[in-house]
């Protein structure tokens, strides 16, 4: 088996380009959250921590939380629903469904199938995509690259999480972090000159070591409470090497786009901690004010993390035709993402 080497050891290989071919947009945007908030208050009570450590050390002030029993794709479909709504866009109008999740329900059917026979979007394909919290920006960027070659018009790209079924909730390092819930994004051609104008995509397999979950067939035990069994990470290690990734794609990606961070209007990250994405801001010079952060509101939702917080954006009258938006995501793998788009607008 290979090992995975120090974090920071070996430069992460970061590489980004520009757009060509027929541009993609962002058109329609929809969110669920299961309406069960548990606060840092709440947590207290179950494990060793306080409110003011977690939300000091993360930002993170309340999570949603699904019933028990509640699948993931569940989920992903009232996000998928509310996508197609928003955009007026009928379900037989979608040429391909594709979900990303941390925490899929099962190996297989795809839980982008249970999502098409919901919706009726039956003219479809549909596969999920596993890839941690960078799930969703790999989505997007098979999405904008079937548009560019002209093989679909219409795709559903969902990130939905079920996180606290595989959360340890005995590990207070780990269980305080994460909350439940999905989000959709509709993508068709742009058609206002806008859309998405480069990418950065990357992985580094050398560090598949810090985030981890379901390693149950490596060490060979199936045990209940095998530690292998629930989400782990080496925090402080992750945290280092999200700072340097998040500095680097952002840069690589704004550059490929022919711009200047100084350019990025409103920047829409991956929240794994709040700290991580302002430390990486001010490294690279993007003004904190410029950030879109929604992690208070409902923990790192993994996938469905980004879709969250464009939905505040677009809430909050933060988002506007001509807006160059910056996403960027990092996750277990190591895997990250990052693409700039010009803002289409209604
Ligand atoms: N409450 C109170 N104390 C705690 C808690 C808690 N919930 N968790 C840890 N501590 C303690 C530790 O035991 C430690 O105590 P000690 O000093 O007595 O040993 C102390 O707090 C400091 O612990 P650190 O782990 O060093 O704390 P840090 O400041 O690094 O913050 C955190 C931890 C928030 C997890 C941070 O490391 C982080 O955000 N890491 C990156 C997370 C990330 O990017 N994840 C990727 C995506 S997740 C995914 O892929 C699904």
Known sequence: MATAHQPGSVGLPIRAFANRGRASAIVGLGVELPSRIVTNHDL????????????????????????????????????????????????EEVDLVMVASSSPDAPFPPMACRVQEQLGAN???????????????????IADAMIATGRAETILVIGAEVLSRIVDWTDRSTCVLLGDGAGAVLVRPATKGGGIRSWCLGADGRQWNLLTYGLQAETGAYAAGDAAAHFRMKGPETYKVAVECFAQMVTAVVEAAGMGVEEVDVFV???????????????????????????????NVSTATIPLALHKAARTNRLHGGDRVLLASFGAGLTWAACLMEWEGA
Request: proline share 4%; charged share 25%; aromatic share 6%.
């Open 123 to 141: 003219n479809a394909w549909a596969f999920d995509m596993l890839a941690a919290c960078t799930g969703l920006l790999y989505e997007l960027s």
């Open 269 to 299: 990250p991956h929240q794994a901690n709040s700290r991580i994405v302002e430390a990486a801001a001010r490294r690279v010079g993007i003004p904190l004010d410029r950030i879109v952060l929604s992690i208070d509101e409902h923990a």
């Open 44 to 91: 207290e009570r179950m494990v060793d921590t306080t409110d003011a450590w977690i939300t000091k050390r993360t930002g993170i002030r309340q999570r949603h939380l699904a019933e028990p029993g509640t699948a993931t794709w569940q989920l992903a479909t009232v996000a998928a629903r509310a996508a197609l709504k928003e955009a007026g866009v009928r379900p």
